[in-house]
């Protein structure tokens, strides 16, 4: 299990729901009774929450649509959800080989259904992963992340490489342990530093996935970017348990554009562990 603590100590395998004073958590709010996020994107049910009804497009190439619901134990739909990062659901489209990630924000139709626009390049196994905050009886968060994998058809062809025009280097790869860090330092084509604007009310989205077990972690960054000639450097609290590889998507809005780059990190064990 991965697990990462943001502002208010909001935590999954690598991940933060940041709540605080810092610009960059405009559009977010702070829930006292908010749980600590449940589930790591590879189960579709976990404490009484399912993932169903998920549909992909039939075949790989152009747009097409995804769509599921989101059903509490009683098998009814949620229709009630706490909005974090300026969002009531932020939804995960990955491939398993994890050449084609989509992070998309879909619509909650009044019978419970959520659907978004989705491009996918390729065919093979595809894992919707959904991240909510929804009300319960009592007025509470509950935080969850549920994920399941469906096939899409088509011609199996690699998903086409687009250069970044970003770069993102890793200056301090997060080890396990309490209270760890991750520090990524961006810059442009040129190797300038870049001025990076507030996306869904943080500086930093990182949403990455472990190889070996397909988990889902993702941070946001802690405070303001901090730049030198060097670069443009942002920071990430983490709290990890298991060593080993993961892909990153970095997600940072710069001139109005917003850009996501793949990082690859090994987390190694901490000093002493």
Known sequence: MWRA???????????????????????????????????????????GYSLTDVELPAAAGGTGEVSFRIENFRGRPVTDYVEEHTRDLHLYVVRDDLEVFRHLHPTLAGDGTWSAPVSLPASGGYRVITEFVARDDLGNGDHVILGETVAVAGTTVDAPTLEPMLQVDVIEEPTTGLQGRMMLRIRDDRDR?????????????????????????????VGAPETTDAGTTLTFQTEIEEPGDS?????????????TVPVAITVSGAAGA
């Open 193 to 221: 530093p870049v001025r990076i604007d507030t996306y869904l009310g943080a500086y930093g989205h990182v949403t990455g996935f472990q190889r070996d077990s397909g988990a889902m972690l993702h941070v946001h960054s």
């Open 5 to 47: 603590l943001g502002p208010v100590a909001v935590a999954l395998l690598l991940t933060v729901a940041g709540c605080s004073g810092d610009p960059a958590s405009e559009g977010t709010h702070s829930h006292d009774q908010m749980s600590l996020p449940v589930g790591d994107g590879t189960r579709q049910s976990e404490v």
């Open 247 to 259: 892909l990153l998507f970095v997600q940072v809005r710069v001139d109005g554009f917003l850009h």
